[in-house]
């Protein structure tokens, strides 16, 4: 009995700690001992949430009859119970079932899965559009349509974090958008393959050198949102954080007048220095 008071109470600590504190209370963050998907920021991730739980209760129910058939099986056909085994070498109905039914499951499951498919692509009315770069190792914002604002995004080092941020999840410049706007990203990369990621939104791109690809999402609330490169792509892949902040529209046309002076003003040169940097 105390082995399990022990482990509980570990468990409490790890939960309790300061880190844990931070990650129970950050938005659109991985939360410890999570079992499910992050909560949906977003339409997509609300229609991913949806065929998750579809195909979640599809494969429970099949591995359910499975495993209860096997057991009467093994029950019903016990060398003792069936001493004569059956010599029935074809059953035509039991044929034709085992063909139809994993076709008509697959129909049910194909159906939701091609039209997310299809919604996840781009978004036609796009209320602004923003252009991700991956760079070894951090991402690069552009807004081609609000005065080609451009800057970094840098993973905040462990030693500058501030109460309550998260390790290796927070960036000096976080990407900015307006709650409720359709936001078109614009995808590439200048040296090997990035992907950008962030689960709350539902947003998955691969960063190609030389290519260019879309994708869209859509914050329905305000709040901070996290996400990381999950294409391994060099020594420091783990330190390329993302954070989507997504704020009123009020406060989002604010944050450009403020961008448009901070940006403009940064000095030539320090992409570099902040790269050379992080690779050290």
């Given at each position: 009995m105390s082995r399990y008071r022990w482990l509980l109470a570990m468990l409490m600590m790890v939960i309790a700690a300061p880190g844990g504190v931070a990650l129970a209370q950050a938005v659109g963050a991985p939360r410890p001992?999570?079992?499910?998907?992050?909560?949906?920021?977003?339409?997509?991730?609300e229609q991913q949430i949806a065929l998750h739980n579809l195909v979640l209760v599809i494969i429970t129910v099949i591995t359910l009859f499975v495993g209860g058939l096997l057991l009467w099986v093994m029950w019903r056909y016990h060398a003792k119970r069936n001493p004569e085994p059956t010599r029935t070498a074809h059953n035509t109905v039991l044929e034709i079932a085992w063909t139809v039914i994993p076709v008509l499951i697959l129909v049910v499951i194909a159906i939701p899965s091609f039209r997310l498919v299809y919604y996840e692509d781009r978004t036609r009315d796009a209320d602004l559009t923003v252009k991700v770069t991956g760079h070894q190792w951090y991402w690069q914002y552009t807004y081609p349509d609000k005065n080609?604002?451009?800057?970094?995004?840098?993973?905040?080092?462990?030693?500058?974090?501030?109460p309550g941020q998260l390790r290796m999840l927070e960036v000096d410049n976080e990407l900015v958008?307006?709650?409720?706007?359709?936001?078109?990203?614009?995808?590439?990369?200048?040296?090997?393959?990035?992907?950008?990621?962030?689960?709350?939104?539902?947003?998955?791109?691969?960063?190609?050198?030389?290519?260019?690809?879309?994708?869209?999402?859509?914050?329905?609330?305000?709040?901070?949102?996290?996400?990381e490169c999950n294409q391994i792509c060099g020594t420091n892949h783990s330190r390329m954080p993302i954070v989507?902040?997504?704020?009123?529209?009020?406060?989002?046309?604010?944050?450009?007048?403020?961008?448009?002076?901070k940006f403009s003003d940064a000095a030539p040169g320090t992409r570099q220095v902040a790269a050379t940097e992080v690779r050290h």
């Open positions: 001992w999570e079992m499910n998907l992050q909560p949906a920021f977003g339409p997509i991730k080609n604002i451009d800057f970094t995004s840098y993973m905040v080092p462990d030693d500058q974090l501030k958008v307006p709650v409720g706007k359709n936001i078109r990203v614009l995808q590439t990369s200048t040296d090997v393959i990035h992907s950008w990621f962030v689960p709350a939104l539902g947003v998955q791109r691969y960063a190609i050198p030389g290519r260019t690809i879309e994708t869209w999402f859509r914050a329905d609330k305000a709040g901070t949102i996290y996400g989507v902040r997504a704020v009123p529209e009020q406060e989002f046309n604010a944050w450009l007048a403020e961008a448009k002076t």
